[in-house]
């Protein structure tokens, strides 16, 4: 057996655990988290003090047919007397021949605790569509009753909530985005031909803090940064990232995921009210001799921004 056809077994192989996970794995993987945490945290919504949107596109373990693949838009702002944020997003993620999008909206009351320092309780409100078509993997037998079959769409609510404590320079989050634990199958009640799943509920802890360690007034910041995850039926895991903000424009750092991936950031500002972004993880797990890497590029735009209560850049 030479070396490209045992290559093209194991990354089957690979595909097939993947996808036989979809229905029950975490939600999306995201570098950049820390510009982008309404898709986890619904008490983000209006946090940035203007009209909101994003853009996110991320392509996870490259080379590998049927990887993760991710498009996230969303849309959030205060409400005019203050205390009320309001969050939209849609999010599409593709593993294999799985498909789930996900749209919901999400509603905050914000708090004034301190002069400097608001604490937002959100909840959120959505479904999710699921679609599977098992009938493209190839298991070697042409008549398992697991796949040879389309699995039925399904469409599931679902409920989450948040708490985010923020300031100019840091914030701490708590959230479950999906509380309801939806049961997805097949459709097919013939015993033995049924495939199904369930969709676990997922806990985030956010938490980042912007230094300044420069002799002047902002020329050099530095913002460590932390999400760790807990989802029933898996270990925890998290991220730790390092960013470094120069001339208060271009974003440089890295990150590191546990037992998954290494990351380079960089992102820059190019207006006060535009920011792009691009990250590359290089795989660390047992996966990565099969990838060429995950690639994640955001962009964000806040419309009518609140001069006054934005004094400082945004650094999350």
Do not use: C
């Not at 972004?277 to 419309?303: A, K, P, Q, R």
């Amino acid at each position: 057996m030479s070396y490209s056809t045992l290559k093209k077994i194991v990354l089957g192989f690979a595909v097939v655990f993947m996808t036989a996970d979809a229905f029950a794995q975490q939600t999306p993987l995201y570098t950049m988290y820390m510009w982008n945490q309404l898709v986890i945290n619904p008490a983000y919504a209006g946090s940035r003090e203007a009209l909101t949107a994003s853009a996110v596109l991320r392509e996870q373990w490259v080379g590998i047919e049927g990887a993760p693949s991710t498009q996230v838009l969303s849309i959030h702002s205060p409400l005019p007397n203050d205390n009320i944020g309001l969050g939209f997003t849609v999010q599409n993620d593709n593993v294999g021949p799985v498909n789930n999008t996900g749209i919901w909206g999400d509603f905050a009351y914000r708090m004034q605790v301190t002069q400097k320092a608001k604490l937002s309780l959100a909840l959120r409100a959505g479904f999710s569509v699921y679609q599977a078509d098992l009938r493209d993997l190839q298991t070697g037998d042409a008549n398992d009753p697991a796949f040879n079959q389309n699995v039925s769409n399904s469409v599931t609510p679902n409920f989450g909530f948040g708490a985010y404590y923020y300031s100019e320079r840091g914030y701490v989050g708590i959230a479950s985005p999906s509380i309801i634990e939806n049961e997805l199958n097949s459709g097919n009640n013939t015993p033995g031909n049924d495939f199904e799943d369930f969709n676990n509920r997922h806990y985030y802890l956010l938490a980042g803090y912007v230094f300044n360690i420069s002799a002047d007034s902002g020329s050099v910041m530095f913002k460590p940064s932390t999400v760790i995850r807990a989802v029933n039926g898996a270990p925890v895991s998290f991220d730790i990232s390092a960013n470094f903000l120069l001339k208060q424009k271009l974003w440089v750092g890295a990150s590191y995921r546990y037992q998954d991936a290494v990351a380079a950031i960089v992102s820059f500002n190019f207006t006060d009210h535009l920011q792009a972004g691009y990250s590359y993880d290089f795989g660390t797990s047992d996966l990565n001799t099969y990838h060429n890497g995950s690639h994640e590029i955001m962009l964000t735009y806040d419309f009518f921004k609140d001069e006054v209560k934005t004094r400082d850049p945004r650094y999350f």
